[in-house]
């Protein structure tokens, strides 16, 4: 069903607005990592579009955000319309225009209900509801630009799998495109909505999936670890939470704890780390890094060291779900046999 509405979608895209000619769909996301737990009823599909010839100026100081101009201009000559008057490509502009084309190409499908979500503010997705009776599913579209350049500086120091993944894995990743997502950066002074956010989702994609110290670990006839089963149920945990207090917890997200269970992937970097059998043991052990990250206010992101994704003036809530896991861990996980 999603592959069908979002195969036209792309269709028409391509063949709008000349500057979006480009666009080619990749799958990002917990189900596509295989590490989804509850009906597969929310999908995140990335619309990448190759930009060339592009200058990156940090937008502040947590080196995850970025201003985009063309050096020279651009070989699309329609993504001119997307720079504002300060000569930066905007996100916001290039957004809307996508968006408004998605609006319109949703009235030709004929054989599924799609709707689009309302905008919500700062979120870079565009979002898609298609009725599938008893239920929904929601499809978040999100604009992605992939420029050919190397990772910026804020990137050195980060991506620490060396003792995990080794340093070949490592260097071949580094030489990969960079991709940057349309995200609003709320610290800004005046919200113009022209930053950019750094994504490795395509590499985070790749760990998740290749996750074993020796090459072998989950295929089909290697050895068995229990990395995923600690992803799915950390995710999980973190989802029925959220579920329970919707107010409290609506700032925390599953990048969250994918964040701390591939930092527990670096502090325990071997496939003995990680025994099939010892899931209950490992799945503690994940969530006992990531309740201390919380008590401290301070997760670190994995791929640009100085980012902080616990921002300090929301302590009280980081606390608020420290104490909700630290009670799930010493009574059984009652939330799971809800």
């Not at 910026?152 to 995990?164: A, C, D, M, R």
Request: a positive charge; aromatic letters at 10%.
């Amino acid at each position: 069903l999603v592959n069908g509405v979002v195969s036209h979608l792309v269709q028409a895209i391509r063949g709008k607005d000349g500057c979006f000619s480009s666009i080619e769909r990749q799958s990002a996301g917990s189900y596509y990592e295989r590490v989804k737990i509850s009906e597969p009823n929310e999908f995140d599909i990335m619309l990448v579009m190759p930009v060339e010839r592009i200058q990156l100026d940090e937008s502040d100081d947590t080196g995850a955000f970025y201003y985009v101009s063309f050096k020279r201009s651009p070989k699309e000559k329609g993504l001119l319309k997307f720079v504002d008057e300060d000569g930066k490509l905007s996100a916001f502009k290039m957004l809307q225009a996508l968006r408004e084309i998605i609006k319109q190409e949703v009235k030709n499908i004929k054989d599924v209900e799609v709707t689009v979500a309302r905008k919500k503010a700062g979120s870079p997705a565009i979002t898609l509801q298609i009725k599938n009776p008893p239920s929904e599913i929601s499809v978040d579209i999100i604009l992605t630009l992939e420029v050919q350049h190397s990772w910026p500086l804020s990137t050195q120091g980060g991506l620490k799998i060396e003792q995990w993944l080794g340093t070949k894995v490592k260097r071949d990743m580094k030489f990969r495109s960079l991709y940057l997502v349309a995200k609003q950066n709320k610290r800004e002074k005046v919200l113009r909505g022209n930053t950019w956010r750094l994504s490795f989702s395509h590499i985070e994609k790749d760990m998740i999936n290749n996750h074993g110290n020796s090459k072998t670990c989950c295929e089909s006839d290697g050895p068995k670890c229990c990395r995923k089963g600690c992803l799915k149920l950390l995710k999980y945990l973190l989802e029925q939470l959220k579920m329970k207090h919707p107010k409290e917890l609506e700032k925390f997200c599953s990048y969250h704890v994918k964040t701390a269970f591939l930092h527990s992937c670096v502090t325990w970097p071997n496939d003995s780390d990680w025994h099939l059998g010892d899931l209950d043991h490992c799945f503690q052990q994940c969530l006992r890094f990531f309740v201390d990250c919380l008590q401290k206010s301070q997760l670190t992101h994995f791929f640009i060291p100085q980012y902080n994704l616990l921002s300090l003036e929301d302590k009280a809530r980081h606390h608020f779900l420290s104490r909700k896991i630290s009670h799930e861990l010493n009574n059984g996980f009652p939330v799971f046999h809800k």
